[in-house]
């Protein structure tokens, strides 16, 4: 490759994700359906055709930006999972890892919902399929952690599939996130804080997955 056309396509990719940055701030402010093209253009600035030259329409942002929510999503599991020795400990690590990140990053857990709900076939070539493969990949730590535990004893071997534990947990843990967000004064009405809401949850699961001694 020539230095100029190198030099073409590093600006090529710095201006692809200029544009990428500034959807991603709109979406982190306004909310991904309060957002248009031409704030992005305007934010970008640049004008909305070159916009258009890069992304072919709101939703190719849309999940270009959740490619970035999604492989953060499975770095984030990785090292939660990481910290620990047992497989339950680490179930439990992967729940809380993810509630932190929808806080930390409300867009992030936003696409998330988004993405679980689009049900459309994915062209694997496409940030839709990027997206895909991060997805998998993370639901494969969760099941790695499952095996573990029942590897090493923590998690009851009963259990069933590891699968389908690992996406009934994800199904679990998701619903408390986005019931902490939405209903937080509800919740308090009740005097429950989102702490004790949340341990309570985590409490459950480690109780329905934990090997039961022969005492119990």
Same mark, same amino acid.
């Given at each position: 490759?020539?230095?100029?056309?190198? #030099?073409?396509?590093?600006?090529?990719?710095?201006?692809?994700?200029?544009?990428?940055?500034?959807?991603?701030?709109?979406?982190?402010?306004?909310?991904?359906?309060?957002? =248009?093209?031409?704030?992005?253009?305007?934010?970008?600035?640049?004008?909305?055709?070159?916009? /258009?030259?890069?992304? #072919?329409?709101? *939703?190719?942002?849309? $999940?270009?930006?959740? *490619?970035?929510?999604?492989?953060?999503?499975?770095?984030?599991?990785?090292? @939660?999972?990481?910290?620990?020795?047992?497989?339950?400990?680490?179930? *439990?690590? +992967?729940?809380?890892?993810?509630?932190? /990140?929808?806080?930390?990053?409300?867009? /992030?857990?936003? $696409?998330?919902? #988004?993405?679980?709900?689009?049900?459309?076939?994915?062209?694997?070539?496409?940030?839709?399929? @990027?997206?895909? @493969?991060?997805?998998?990949? =993370?639901?494969?730590?969760?099941?790695?952690?499952? *095996?573990?535990?029942?590897?090493?004893?923590?998690?009851?071997?009963? +259990?069933?599939?590891?699968?389908?534990?690992?996406?009934?947990?994800?199904?679990?843990?998701?619903?408390?996130?986005?019931?902490?967000?939405?209903?937080?004064?509800?919740?308090?009405?009740?005097?429950? =804080?989102?702490?004790? $809401?949340?341990?309570?949850? $985590?409490?459950?699961?480690?109780?329905?997955?934990?090997?039961? =001694?022969?005492?119990?």
């Amino acid at each position: 490759m020539s230095y100029i056309a190198e #030099r073409r396509g590093e600006e090529k990719e710095r201006r692809r994700a200029e544009i990428l940055d500034a959807a991603e701030a709109l979406y982190a402010e306004k909310g991904w359906d309060a957002l =248009t093209v031409d704030q992005v253009a305007r934010s970008a600035r640049l004008s909305r055709a070159l916009v /258009y030259v890069y992304f #072919r329409d709101k *939703e190719e942002l849309l $999940f270009a930006i959740g *490619e970035r929510a999604m492989q953060l999503v499975r770095d984030r599991f990785i090292a @939660a999972a990481g910290e620990y020795q047992t497989g339950l400990d680490k179930v *439990e690590a +992967i729940g809380r890892a993810y509630m932190a /990140y929808a806080y930390e990053f409300p867009h /992030y857990f936003d $696409f998330c919902t #988004r993405f679980q709900a689009h049900s459309v076939a994915i062209d694997p070539g496409s940030h839709e399929g @990027a997206c895909r @493969a991060a997805g998998d990949e =993370t639901i494969a730590v969760v099941v790695q952690a499952i *095996e573990a535990g029942i590897r090493d004893g923590s998690v009851r071997p009963d +259990i069933g599939e590891p699968i389908l534990f690992a996406t009934s947990l994800w199904a679990f843990t998701h619903g408390i996130i986005q019931l902490a967000m939405a209903k937080g004064t509800d919740l308090e009405r009740f005097g429950v =804080t989102i702490p004790a $809401f949340s341990n309570y949850a $985590f409490g459950l699961i480690r109780a329905l997955a934990q090997r039961k =001694t022969p005492a119990d």
